[in-house]
């Protein structure tokens, strides 16, 4: 009888509704999902010789010695990559939300792929020039940007406008 009330008094907890991520969340959960992908997709790549690019690129500006040449260095690099990830999420959110179509994502993904291999080049001393790496490398690293930009650029779109149509307004907080 008693627990009969407690029932009545509140809520089953499998009757309760989860409570929506905002779309905050949302942009950062994407972001972390992109790097850690696309992160552990460009290891293979590289373990399968089709880049001679590793994940642990992203360490060389600011760890020093052989360790991230390592398995380790190859799990930090996929880590850091998905850190840096969420910011590239919220640039994207910041810039183009809105369009809702994955050209956009794919236009991402060059303009990415122009930034960290032409002008941040001389940032990482372990990425040689364009003009020294071979076709193999520059094609594979460059449909890998492609499609984190269209993974990143459509996850984010298509949550923008699906809320959007639902009633919620998100006006780009």
């Given at each position: 009888m008693e627990n009969e009330s407690q029932k009545d008094g509140q809520e089953?907890?499998?009757n309760?509704?989860?409570?929506?991520?905002?779309?905050?969340?949302?942009?950062?959960?994407?972001?972390?999902a992109g790097g850690l992908i696309w992160g552990l997709i460009g290891y293979v790549t590289y373990l399968f010789k089709f880049t001679k690019v590793p994940p642990s690129?992203?360490?060389s500006p600011w760890a020093l010695g052989e360790w991230k040449n390592d398995h380790l260095g190859q799990w930090i690099g996929i880590i850091a990559i998905a850190i840096v990830s969420i910011g590239v999420a919220f640039l994207y959110r910041a810039t183009m939300v809105k369009i809702n179509n994955m050209l956009a994502g794919l236009g991402y993904g060059i303009v990415l792929?122009?930034?960290?291999?032409?002008?941040?080049?001389?940032?990482?001393?372990?990425?040689?020039?364009?003009?020294k790496l071979d076709k193999n490398?520059?094609?594979?690293?460059?449909?890998?940007?492609?499609?984190?930009?269209?993974?990143?650029?459509?996850?984010?779109?298509?949550?923008?406008?699906?809320?959007q149509q639902n009633g919620a307004s998100y006006s780009n907080k």
């Open positions: 089953l907890e499998q309760k509704k989860e409570q929506p991520l905002s779309f905050t969340t949302k942009v950062l959960n994407i972001g972390i690129l992203i360490l792929w122009f930034i960290v291999f032409y002008l941040l080049n001389p940032m990482f001393p372990d990425l040689p020039s364009m003009m490398t520059i094609i594979t690293t460059l449909c890998l940007y492609v499609l984190y930009g269209v993974f990143i650029g459509y996850s984010i779109s298509f949550e923008y406008h699906e809320n």
